[in-house]
């Protein structure tokens, strides 16, 4: 069944999500929670959750006629009752993390110290202290090293003098480790913001500003002294700025590593999870942009592996992770081997999930999801699902991100329409692939050189043709391995295909040739 999915239907009412995020077992909990709080259960807050809980889409005018609250109302009422789902869910047993037990932990020592009662509260603290450094939540041991300090300060005791050492000379420790944590997770997340807005590095000056940038950020640090957060935001810090460089090789050493730290101590995996199912995804894409597909495979069969017997923990986060990352690297495994057909299967999921996760995905992922769809029918030589699915990317509106994908998405409508002989349609494609190319200044030397050349296709004599797609191929193939231009294969096989040209073969057949036994 073909779903009508655009990326301008995703609703953005922040309660509307929310409410359409609840599990059945949470809708419950709440329902519950509202009884507890008394002479509550008619209130127009728990009206409210009960209407929009029916809906399928946010509409205020639909609200307003029920005459559960007035438009001045309607603001104050919906926070309201988004304070309260979240107090619902805080009291849920499933999303009693440590971090969550921690804070609950030290509001209960804070509550104790303010009625005085210091030496209940300095026990507290040392158990939560001691549960968060072994956890490595070195943020909040050091939010409870520093009430320690206060409480001691209040309370005395006659090892004051020693404890005062003592509690000085940990958050001393902390504090530096927060330090380090916090420049790594900086350097980590602008590494990554570059990436979404320029995309990796086009020349020999935007990497040596990378190489610059990178060198300054980066932190002095003893590896022997890094715990597993700041080893982890370091390895990503690497990551990023291997991906940047397009140094793939770099890209799957750091991600391997990252997903070594959660084999050295596998508990992290599950207090953990969302880190770990990342490092996994970064790893089978460095796997599938070196084009390693034996390692790929056994990396993708070890991911379902840990899926099926349930070694992740599941929540509304990891399982639309678990989706995404999952589904993606399918399709490529597909991509490596050349088994377009066989992945045909995989569309109707992705659909269904895109149309389930629709609220809390945001449009850069569903538009990765489509232009990999369009891929697959590609390969298939289903050029008419390919260009549906590519119409989605194209059409979309206020795409900041997923540049990139903007511009690959028209190439490949381009060569779509070529195969499909929509003779009448092409030299409109050419412009408007061309003009938007130029404009968001992403034109690169092989998408210059390539969609010229297919132009010029259309003045060639049939029994030339295959001479011409020879001359392409040899233009192009030197850029295959260039350090800046060879991004455009990442996101495109264009050589795969002009084989199938010259060769006469499907772009399967070609790929399937190349692959290692």
Known sequence: MKRNITLSNLQKDPLFILIKSLSKSEKRQFNLYVGRL??????????????????????EKAILKTNIVTKLQLANLKAHLYKQILISLRLNPSHKNIRIQLREQLDFATILYQKGLYKQSLKLLDKAKKLAIENEEKNIAYEIVEL???????????????RADELS???????????????????????YGILLKTGYVRNDEELQKINDYFAKKLPEYEYES?????????????????????????????????????????KNISLHPVFYLKGKNYLLESLFFVKHSVKFKKELALFKEEIDQQ?????????????????ANQLHLHFLEGTFFDGEYLVPIINEKIETYKNQLDSHHIIVLYYKIACLYFGMGKNEECIRYLNKIIRSKNIRVAEDLQCFARVLSLIAHYECGLDYDFERQFKDTYKFLLKMENL????????????????????????????????????????????AFLYLDILSWLESKIYQKSIAEIIQQKAPK
């Open 169 to 191: 000379l940990q958050a001393k420790s902390l504090s530096l480790q927060n330090v380090i944590t916090s420049k790594l997770s900086n350097l980590s997340l602008q590494l």
């Open 226 to 266: 890094l715990g597993f957060r700041e080893k982890l935001w370091l390895y990503k810090a690497h990551l990023w700025y291997s991906i940047l460089t397009q140094d793939f090789l770099q890209s799957f050493k750091f991600a391997n590593k990252w997903i070594d730290l959660f084999k050295e101590n596998p």
């Open 148 to 162: 320690e300090k206060v409480i001691e300060s209040q309370y005395i005791t006659r090892s004051i003098d020693t």
């Open 38 to 59: 008394g002479g509550n259960v008619d209130a127009k807050f728990f009206s409210l959750f009960k209407f929009l809980d029916k809906q399928k889409k946010y509409e």
């Open 444 to 487: 690169q030397e092989v998408q210059k050189i390539f969609i010229t050349s297919i132009r010029a296709l259309g003045d060639v004599y049939p029994h030339e043709i295959k001479k011409e797609f020879k001359k392409i191929y040899a233009t192009l193939k030197p850029f295959e391995n260039h350090p800046y231009e060879k991004r």
């Open 311 to 327: 070694k992740i923990p599941l929540n509304n986060n990891t399982e639309i992770l678990i989706f995404q990352y999952y589904y």
